[in-house]
């Protein structure tokens, strides 16, 4: 590859006349010897052996800016100039431009506003969903809902008991560290089998289901919209609602429970092995001072409040799902929204129940 | 231009026993196929033949169970990424359904390529030469700043074919382009390889069941069927052959309107 000269001509001009190839590897350092070299400017192609079109770009950019004159260029090299020179319609690169901050509130504020009426209105449809359904019992898809049982429930039942089990432990364990400054320490099972059973056994287990199945939801439904599925479905006359979403939100209503319950029972299983080892509360008392101390309505009230939400859960997940369009990236946001609307709309109904539970003497 | 290599002669893509499996399923057995510098080479095969996964293949995206692959002098199979980066800079591929990043606009997926070997041009130049890549795959300058999933079927593969053209690739990969465009813009798309192929010395793997492109601009026309390569030649030659496939492919009422025009 021959160095590039760039000499001044006998007008006055100056003469750039690169040698060699002419194509992107060196378009970097050959656009700037263009910029350095000052007007009237000629480019002689006579030295040029291969030209790309991001060669023949840089030549065409200096004729159409600066007036250059284009000398000893080959027919092929014309060809390619024109052809170049044809496709100059500057394109935009970027998208549309972006919002000032207080767009952006607003935009945001609208967004939310929407999202929630949405989350509304796809609760409507499924509940149109269920009586179209219980009208035609032989569309139920009891497969589908037999395997959402299997992913949503008796999948989770390791993780959710371990997590229980160790939460239990350290219940006990806190609450005895304080307790036993006023000489207290029996009374470690009530905190362990009052906060387990009422609250923190659904609370945690729907945190859990809301990252593990909630999230999965969101992600595959998600998927199929973006693959077409959803409008293929429908085009079929299959009802992505009866098809996708009642089977979830059944498997998530059935299981959440359950799996409450079995956390509750691992929790307590955790605090009364602390209360054994550490406080030497043996096994036998801890149950029976259970039984005292833990009235029925609690676990009524843990295993009333698992199944809403369980359904919260599933129809925040399906729901976000179901908005996901256009590109992957939206896949990954919606079933981030997926996650924080379930949990989030999982706290406040936690917050209501306990008012309601207590206003009606379950306390 | 137009400088004639002292190795034209050797194969720019050389496939030689190339076997592919998924589980039980034999795709390729015993696959050779030579690709020359220069030429514009059509694949044809019914569906399913595995022309997709031969393409893979080559390109090093699906390892092979057996056989060698050399491309541009190189052998591809069991490569690391890093150094496969130099023969990737010289090749430029159109997936079958585009495979654009559906996060960034047309212009910003020209762009990919450019800012990934060529970090240092300034991004005003990045921009021309997206926007003139653009308009001439036969997208309109408006189509720039849209995403993906705002383009229809064929502006996607247009867009497609920009990326692949990004770099100014020696050699070109185009999984059925012009399935998908309108007559017009099929003919035009033809007109576009063949006019590059010329200027830039190109070599054009094609993979086609479009009759009209296979006459208008392949050289060479690669039959895949039976797992294998069962004959590479010019459509002509093909045509002598009395292989059942070949004869019902290129005789058929299709194969001998396209044969008329
Ligand atoms: N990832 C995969 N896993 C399993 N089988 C596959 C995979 N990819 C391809 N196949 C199989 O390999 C065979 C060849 O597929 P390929 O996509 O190459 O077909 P093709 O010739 O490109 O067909 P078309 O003309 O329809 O695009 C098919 O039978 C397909 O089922
Ligand atoms: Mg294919």
Redesign the pocket.
Known sequence: MAATLASPDRLGGNIFSPAGALTIVRAGSVARELENTPDPLTIDLSRVERMDTVGAWLVHRSVRDRGARVTGASPELQELLRQVAQADHPAPVRPEGERGAVAELGAWTIESGRTLVGLLGFFGATLIGFLNLARHPKRFRYNAVVQRFDVVGVRALGIIGLMSFLIGIVIGQQGAVQLQQFGAEVYTINLIGRITVRELGPLMTAIMVAGRSGSAFAAQIGTMKITEEVDAMRTIGVSPVEALVIPRLIASVVMMPLLAFWAMLLSLVGGGLFCWISLEIPPLTYVQRLAEVVPATDLWVGLIKAPVFGFIIALAGCFQGMLVANDAEQVGLKTTAAVVQSIFLVIILDAVFAIFFSSIGWI | MAVVRADSEAPIIEVRGLENR?GD?I?HQDLNLDVRRGEIIGVV?G???????LMRSIIGLQTPAAGTIEVLGENMVGRSEDEAKNIRRRWGILF?NGALFSTLTVAENVEVPLREYFPKFGSQLMDEIASYKISMSGLPAEAGNKYPSELSGGMRKRAGLARALALDPELLFLD?PTAGLDPIGAQAFDQLILSLQKKLELTVFLIT?DLDSLYAICDRVAVLADRRVIAVDTIDRLLQMDHPWIQEYFNGPRGRAAAAA
């Open positions: 998924f399923q795709v095969g569906s399913g033949t595995g022309k997709s996964v079958q059925e069941h």
